[in-house]
């Protein structure tokens, strides 16, 4: 597994529930090291520990946890980084949708060797889409929830997002969106904030599911 996944999980932690936190959740999953190098590879089996670590330590479902990683992504200011290459895909959340085919290969300019699942949008009548999420990183849809939630609230669009399990052609995520314009939308900028700008407060607002 990519150090980038470890080390997000990593920094999840840290980041919201505080250094102590993350040390609970190295002694649980029994690491030899506590903090893991991002551009380093790891056993698939260390990421599973460190997985059900964090669910022990935190009182969460796999799910859960794995939702709110994915919100932590876009909305925490460390993560900032992420947030605009993802807001490079288009310029209101459903041109964002239909830019989601291409993110694999985006995030693969900046990490080349980070394999992430494939992505295809389908779209239906009345902005009703379905997401599938394919590929060998196992309960990513429910991250790309979390993604997807917290991007919709970048756009200021209210959606609603579901995971409806995995069939034979991957995790699928129904989205329908609800109001296009139910917010203002977060300020954007093209490049990252220089020294003393302010950056734009995050607002989590929760949307049904």
């Not at 190295?26 to 997985?51: G, I, K, Q, S, W």
């Amino acid at each position: 597994m990519h150090g980038l996944i470890n080390r997000t999980l990593q920094n999840f932690v840290s980041d919201t529930y505080g250094a102590a936190c993350w040390r609970d959740v190295a002694t649980a999953a029994a690491l030899d090291v506590a903090d893991f190098e991002a551009m380093l590879h790891y056993e698939p089996a260390v990421t599973d520990r460190v997985l059900e670590a964090i669910v022990l330590v935190l009182d969460k479902t796999r799910e859960t946890l794995l939702e709110d990683v994915g919100t932590y992504l876009v909305s925490h200011p460390h993560s900032q980084g992420l947030r605009r290459l993802l807001r490079f895909g288009g310029v209101d959340f459903i041109e964002f949708l239909h830019s989601l085919d291409d993110l694999p290969g985006r995030a693969r300019l900046a990490v080349p060797d980070l394999d992430l699942p494939d992505l295809e949008l389908r779209d239906f009548a009345q902005n009703r889409f379905a997401v599938l999420c394919s590929g060998s990183v196992p309960g990513f849809g429910h991250v790309l929830v979390g993604v997807l939630r917290a991007m919709a609230d970048d756009y200021g669009t209210l959606v609603t997002l579901e995971h409806e399990g995995t069939g034979a052609d991957g995790e699928r995520i129904a989205v329908t969106v609800v109001e296009a314009a139910f917010a203002e939308a977060r300020a954007f900028e093209l490049g990252a904030p220089g020294p003393g700008q302010n950056v734009a407060r995050n607002r989590r607002r929760e949307v049904p599911v």
